[in-house]
């Protein structure tokens, strides 16, 4: 795929993706799910997502937080297919009720 890169400041500045935040070059967002049902139905939606996007983010499901990490693999940077994926993600949140929680976003292990 042609991928466009994007900087961490476009990725914050495209629209809706206040949820968002840029550590270490990657795009992260801290969902608050209250209970393990909850953010279990968040994960199968964002991998519904990701699927048919073809485009994988990490997830780190814990009782009552999914955390979500997103980057383009092949450019190991943010591209526009990032902020395309982490607006879905954002909007799966909140057609479940989950909120977001930018202030709590931590850079986690792994790549
Ligand atoms: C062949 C396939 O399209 C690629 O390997 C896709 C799969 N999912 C991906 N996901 C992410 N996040 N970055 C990629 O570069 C990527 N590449």
């Known amino acids: 795929m042609a991928y466009v ?12 993706l206040g ?13 608050r799910t209250r209970d393990f049902a909850t953010g279990l139905r968040l994960v199968a939606e ?6 048919a996007a073809d485009h994988h983010p990490d997830v780190n499901l814990r009782y009552g937080v999914v ?8 450019t190991q940077s943010l591209t526009t297919v990032d ?6 993600i954002s909007a799966a949140a909140r057609d479940l009720g989950v909120k977001a ?8 292990d792994g790549r």
């Open 101 to 108: 929680e930018p202030s709590s976003v931590r850079a986690w």
């Open 19 to 31: 949820d968002w935040r840029v550590v270490a070059g990657q795009a992260h967002a801290l969902f």
């Open 5 to 16: 890169v994007v900087s961490g400041d476009e990725f914050l500045s495209a629209s809706g």
């Open 46 to 51: 964002i991998g519904r997502i990701a699927e």
């Open 83 to 88: 902020i395309a994926l982490a607006r879905a």
């Open 67 to 74: 955390e979500v990490r997103v980057s383009t693999h092949d």
